[in-house]
């Protein structure tokens, strides 16, 4: 029933299976999720839901038999002529309807009572049916509702590459958010209690600039800083050491795509082989050499693009 219930929500919302992966080698691409213990704590808030929707409907029961059964009774005390049968409540209803009295205002139940007793004879039936279609909404919506918490789960797609990330979250709401490497400025992890007692952490990742581009802001997000979040995932510490490590690589070899105008517009231009004071003669000519192959990349590159 998942399957089914998950396949025509994605199409009914024309949500992609799942997103492609950013700029970057294809033999670097890694793939993240968020932790099974956030899944499991938001199927726990699920079922409470649930939970209350079923309790409201057994009060809201309860309540609607007392009142018809009281309502009968009136009328068959205004009308001694009319041949009106009433049965008795069992002990079980009795008790919840004094459980419901307790927690309503009297008035509210006493107004209930009388507008009922006036009302026309389609009133309580009208009530009953209404009644009968929120029961029939509620188990409608039982498959829909889990199916959008675990897809919610599931659809939660951190990518790495060795030049960019992309997250992706939401199913109602997509959000999906791209960072270049030239713009990446802090890597922090952050772990609430609830996480810590879980296993969970969330990777930060800021750049300045608008690097990347996000289709929504984050709430919390600094005015000056592009934020995205991998959010609860178990490896918080490998998320961080691995996009650290490939954001070094990427700045030591000024990593550039000429036709990624993301990566062309920010890339670090190559710095000046001139030796500072005290350098030794070996090291200053290996950085002539390394300005002299990164002078001659650029004019290869220069010249497949004008060709």
């Known amino acids: 029933m998942y399957d089914r219930a998950s396949k025509w929500l994605l199409r009914l919302l024309r949500v992609p299976p799942q997103p492609e992966p ?34 409201g409907i057994l009060f809201s029961l309860s309540f609607i038999h007392e009142v018809e059964r009281e309502v009968l009774a009136a009328r068959a005390a205004q009308e001694p002529s009319a041949q009106v049968q009433v049965e008795a409540a069992d002990d079980g209803r009795i008790r919840a309807f004094r459980v419901i009295q307790s927690i309503l205002p009297p008035p509210a139940v006493e107004g209930t009572k009388q507008f ?9 039936p009208l009530v009953k049916l209404f009644e009968f279609l929120a029961i029939a909404g509620f188990i409608a919506q039982l498959p ?25 979250a939401g199913v109602f709401t997509l959000t999906e958010t791209t960072m ?26 800021q750049s300045a600039g608008g690097g990347g581009s996000s289709q929504r802001a ?7 800083l592009h934020a995205a979040i991998f959010h609860s995932v178990t490896n918080a510490s490998e998320i961080r050491d691995l996009i650290l490590d490939r954001l070094r ?16 517009d920010h890339a670090p231009a190559a710095p000046l082989a001139i ?9 200053a000519a290996a950085r002539e050499v390394l300005a002299e192959v990164r002078s ?5 590159a220069a010249g497949r693009r004008s060709g």
């Open 249 to 264: 690589r990427f700045r030591q070899a000024s990593l550039g795509d000429p036709d990624d105008p993301h990566l062309t």
């Open 180 to 205: 270049s490497f030239a713009n990446l400025q802090q890597v922090e992890v952050k772990q609430g209690p609830l996480q810590r007692l879980l296993g969970l952490a969330d990777v930060r990742v």
């Open 22 to 55: 950013p700029t970057g080698a294809p033999e670097s691409v890694r793939v993240f999720h968020a932790g099974k213990n956030y899944f499991y704590v938001r199927l726990g808030g699920w079922v409470l839901t649930q939970i209350g929707a079923v309790i």
């Open 296 to 300: 001659l990349r650029s004019a290869l």
């Open 144 to 168: 829909i509702t889990f199916a959008a918490v675990r897809l919610d789960f599931e659809q939660r797609w951190y990518i790495v590459t060795d030049r960019s990330l992309r997250l992706r």
């Open 218 to 224: 984050q709430p919390d997000e600094a005015n000056s």
């Open 275 to 283: 030796p500072a004071s005290g350098e030794s003669s070996a090291l």
């Open 116 to 124: 009922l007793i006036r009302a026309p004879w389609w009133a309580l």
